[in-house]
C-alpha cells in the first residue's frame, strides 16, 4: 500500500506565495517522476510541474517564473513553491508520483487526495 499526502493549500490574496508538500509512504522501493497536478471546477486535470529522480524540471507555460519543484529523495517528497499567484491558479492540487513497490515491479502512477488553493482577487 503506498500513500501520497498533500499539504500546505489554503486561502491566499493573488500576489501571494504557497508551499505544498506531498510525502509519499508505504511500500516503495524506488520513485521516478514526482509531480504536481491540478483541477479547477469545470475543467480537466492539468500538469502544473514535474521532476525526476535526476532533478530534471518540467513546468506548464502558465506558471512558468512562479512556481518551483523540488524534491527531497531521502524524505520521498516533493515541494512546490508557488509564488506571485493569481487568482486563475486556484483549483484542488494533486500530488503525482511514479513508483516502484518491489525490485521486480512494475512501474505504476499513484494519486493523493488533493489540497485546494483558493486565489482572491
Known amino acids: 500500500q503506498v500513500h501520497l499526502v498533500e499539504s500546505g493549500g489554503g486561502l491566499v490574496q493573488a500576489g501571494g506565495s504557497l508551499r505544498l508538500s506531498c510525502a509519499a509512504s508505504g511500500r516503495i522501493f524506488s520513485i521516478n517522476a514526482m509531480g504536481w497536478y491540478r483541477q479547477a471546477p469545470g475543467k480537466q486535470r492539468e500538469l502544473v510541474a514535474r521532476?525526476?529522480?535526476?532533478?530534471?524540471?518540467n513546468y506548464a507555460d502558465s506558471v512558468k517564473g512562479r512556481f518551483t519543484i523540488s524534491r527531497d529523495n531521502a524524505k520521498n517528497t516533493v515541494y512546490l513553491q508557488m509564488n506571485s499567484l493569481k487568482p486563475e491558479d486556484t483549483a484542488v492540487y494533486y500530488c503525482?508520483?511514479?513508483?516502484?513497490?518491489?525490485?521486480?515491479?512494475?512501474?505504476?502512477?499513484?494519486w493523493g487526495k488533493g489540497t485546494q488553493v483558493t486565489v482572491s482577487s
Open positions: 521532476i525526476t529522480s535526476g532533478g530534471n524540471t
Open positions: 503525482n508520483a511514479d513508483l516502484r513497490t518491489g525490485v521486480s515491479s512494475l512501474t505504476y502512477s499513484h
